[in-house]
């Protein structure tokens, strides 16, 4: 079945330096994939929502200069977390959109996530 | 705007018991509705989901039952197994928008 995968799975980075966090959709084009963020024991808040070949759409609250999101190519959205500090520490899931005809209608997979610590 | 209300847990259960997590939703038109499991330290997979009224989603001894008249997706299983022992999530989807998350219940399952 479809795949969604995302690297690093661990990442830990000092304080006030980037760090890249990579999904790929593995075996179908998406043109859409989202990236959401959980905090210890709560839910999943949805950050933004990556669009193929254009400019993200970032929720309210969520500062687009802070976590920057390219995604430019069918398979690959990045999110990157910039001059990090203690408090972006966090667990970053991203999900993709298969919209081709043969799965079922629009479903979406969710990579196995990422854990940012910064130190 | 849309919206999913889980029970509260932590739910802790013996092996064998059965089970129920609470879901009910508030959203305009007719949202299609999902289960999602969460393992410690990995990523969410789908359980189960429903896209119409009436509609009961099932997998590996789950279920859930798409109800519009109470707004409601509970979650069940006649029996469950040490290896249930998760976070699950129920949320919703209208159409191609986003997936709106309930706030996620961890379940135990205790030998």
């Known amino acids: 079945g479809a795949v969604v995968s995302q690297h690093p799975s661990r990442v830990i980075c000092k304080s006030g330096t980037s760090v890249k966090i990579e999904c790929r959709s593995l075996?179908?084009?998406?043109?859409?994939m989202f990236w959401y963020r959980q905090f210890p024991k709560q839910s999943l808040m949805l950050m933004a929502t990556?669009?193929?070949?254009?400019?993200?759409?970032?929720e309210q609250g969520v500062e687009k200069d802070k976590f920057l999101i390219n995604h430019a190519s069918l398979t690959l959205s990045t999110l990157t977390v910039t001059s990090a500090h203690p408090e972006d520490s966090s667990f970053y899931i991203c999900?993709?959109?298969?919209?081709?005809?043969?799965?079922?209608?629009?479903?979406?997979?969710f990579g196995e996530g990422s854990w940012l610590t910064v130190v | 705007g849309d919206s999913v209300t889980q029970m509260e847990g932590p739910v802790t259960l013996s092996e064998e018991a059965f089970l129920t997590i609470n879901c009910t939703y508030t959203?305009?038109?007719?949202?299609?509705l999902f289960w999602y499991v969460q393992y410690p330290g990995e990523g969410l997979q789908l359980l189960l989901k429903?896209?119409?009224?009436?509609d009961k989603g099932s997998n590996k001894g789950f279920e859930a039952t798409y109800r519009k008249e109470t707004t409601s997706f509970h979650l069940e299983k006649g029996s469950v197994q040490v290896s249930d022992s998760a976070v699950y999530f129920c949320?919703?989807?209208?159409?191609?928008?986003?997936?709106?998350f309930g706030q996620g219940t961890r379940l135990t399952i205790n030998p």
């Open positions: 999900s993709a959109r298969d919209e081709g005809p043969d799965n079922g209608g629009n479903t979406i997979y």
């Open positions: 075996d179908f084009q998406a043109t859409t």
């Open positions: 990556s669009n193929e070949g254009s400019k993200a759409t970032y």
């Open positions: 959203a305009t038109g007719y949202p299609s």
């Open positions: 429903a896209t119409k009224a009436d």
């Open positions: 949320a919703l989807r209208r159409g191609a928008q986003k997936l709106v």
